[in-house]
C-alpha cells in the first residue's frame, strides 16, 4: 500500500506546483501520525498519506529536470515564494559559497578535490591521477556521497536534536535536513536511495511501527525505479543497493560467530567488528560488480577502510564546524591531506590491486549463486533468524 500510496502521488504531482504547499501537508501528516498513534487504523491512513505527499515531491523533482532553457524560462516568469526550482537554486548557490570558502591560499588541488567531492558531491576537480589512487585501494566509494555520510549526519542531528526526549520533533528535523543536505549536494542516485530509507525509517520511527531495513531498501529501489526506470542500469545505483543489501543480510550472520552478549561492556571490540563486518560484507555486495565495470579488485580494501572511514568521520564533521566557522577551513584541509598521502603509500603497496579482470554477465549471476548458497548454508548452521 505505501508503494501504490507514493505512487499516485507521483501521479498527480504536476496539478499542485507549489512545493510550500507539499511539504507543509507532508510535516502536518507526520505530526498526526505520531498524535495518532494509540488508534492503529487511523494510523495508517496518516502513513499513507505521509508517502503521498513524499511521492509528488519526488514527482515534482522527476518533472522539472533542469536545463539551461528552463534556468532562463525561470528567471523571466513569476515564481511562487516557495517553489522546488526556487529550493534548487539557492541549494546551488550555496554550495558555491562552500566551495569557495575550501579554497584557501593553504589549500592544495587535491585536497581541494577531495574535500569538494567528500562534502558537497563535487568530482569536477578530481584529477585522473587522484581517481586512480582511490581507485586502487578502494576507496572510491568515500568519493561519492552515500548512506555512510548520510548515516553520519542523521546520528549527530539525532543527538542535537534531543533525541528521545522529543522524538517526533527531532525526526522531523531530520528529515527535513537531510533532504536538504541532498539537494545542496546534487541528488545523485546514492544520496537519494540514503535519504529516502532514512525518510520512511523515521516515518515509521515516529508511528512506532516495526521497520524492516530489507523491506525498506526494497521499498527505495521500486520508488527509484518507478520515477526513473533507466536507473537501473546506473553503475551507482547498482552498487548502492547491492553493498547494502549484503550489509544487511550478512552482519547478522557474522555475530552469530560470537557469543551472545560478547560486545556488552566492550566498546572496542565491538568498533573493531563493525568496521570488519561492514567491510567484509560491503565487498563481497560490490566485488562482482565492480570486476565487471571496472576490471579491477582492491586486495587491501580492509586496511584502506580502516584509514577512509575515520577519517571520513572528522571530514564531514569538520565541514559542519566550516559552516559555522569558516577559519577552520585550512585544518580540514590538512586532514584531508593526511589522508590522501595515506591512501598514496596504501597504492604503492606491492600487489595492491588485481587487473584485469573481465568476468561475463552469466559468470557475475554464477558469482551471486555461490555467494547465496553459502550464506542460506551458513545461516542453516548458525541457525540465525530470517532476516526481517
Known amino acids: 500500500m505505501p508503494a501504490v500510496s507514493m505512487a499516485i502521488g507521483i501521479a498527480v504531482a ?3 506546483p507549489h512545493a510550500g504547499i507539499i511539504l507543509t501537508s507532508f510535516v502536518v501528516c507526520i505530526l498526526l501520525s505520531w498524535m495518532l498513534r494509540r488508534w492503529a487504523l487511523v494510523q495508517s491512513m496518516g502513513i499513507l498519506l505521509c508517502f503521498f505527499f513524499m511521492g509528488m515531491l519526488v514527482g515534482q523533482r522527476a518533472e522539472r529536470s533542469y536545463s539551461p532553457q528552463r534556468e532562463l524560462q525561470l528567471q523571466t516568469e513569476k515564481r511562487p515564494f516557495f517553489s522546488m526550482e526556487r529550493v534548487k537554486q539557492r541549494c546551488l548557490d550555496y554550495r558555491q559559497e562552500m566551495l569557495y570558502r575550501y579554497k584557501t591560499p593553504s589549500t592544495e588541488e587535491d585536497e581541494y578535490a577531495v574535500l569538494a567531492a567528500m562534502t558537497l558531491g563535487d568530482k569536477s576537480a578530481l584529477t585522473k591521477e587522484l581517481r586512480e589512487t582511490y581507485s586502487k585501494t578502494g576507496a572510491s566509494h568515500i568519493l561519492a556521497l552515500s548512506g555512510l555520510h548520510l548515516g553520519m549526519i542523521y546520528l549527530l542531528l539525532f543527538r542535537l536534536t534531543l533525541g528521545r526526549k522529543r522524538f517526533w520533533v527531532s525526526q522531523v528535523i531530520i528529515i527535513l535536513c537531510i533532504w536538504a543536505f541532498a539537494f545542496l549536494t546534487g541528488l545523485s542516485t546514492s ?64 555475530e552469530s560467530f560470537f557469543p551472545e552478549n560478547y560486545f556488552v561492556g566492550r566498546p572496542f571490540q565491538r568498533y573493531i567488528y563493525n568496521m570488519v563486518g561492514l567491510s567484509v560484507a560491503a565487498q563481497i555486495g560490490v566485488a562482482p560488480l565492480i570486476a565487471y565495470h571496472f576490471g579491477r579488485f582492491s586486495v587491501y580494501f580492509l586496511l584502506t577502510n580502516f584509514i577512509v572511514i575515520p577519517a571520513a568521520t572528522v571530514i564531514l564533521y569538520g565541514a559542519l564546524c566550516v559552516v559555522l566557522i569558516p577559519s577552520l577551513a585550512p585544518v580540514l584541509s590538512a586532514v584531508v591531506g593526511i589522508l590522501n598521502k595515506a591512501l598514496g603509500w596504501v597504492s604503492q603497496m606491492p600487489c595492491a590491486s588485481i587487473d584485469g579482470l573481465h568476468p561475463s554477465v552469466l559468470q557475475i549471476c554464477l558469482l551471486y549463486v555461490v555467494f547465496a548458497c553459502v550464506y542460506f548454508a551458513l545461516r542453516t548452521l548458525q541457525r540465525v533468524p530470517p532476516i526481517t
Open 191 to 254: 544520496v537519494v536511495r540514503s535519504a529516502t530509507m532514512i525518510s520512511i525509517y523515521a516515518l515509521f520511527s515516529v508511528g512506532g511501527r516495526q521497520r524492516s531495513p530489507v523491506n525498506i531498501l526494497c521499498f527505495t529501489a521500486i520508488l527509484m525505479l518507478l520515477v526513473n526506470p533507466d536507473a537501473l542500469f546506473d553503475i551507482g545505483f547498482q552498487l548502492s543497493f547491492s553493498a547494502v543489501f549484503a550489509i544487511l543480510l550478512l552482519m547478522p550472520l557474522f
Open 14 to 16: 504536476p496539478v499542485i
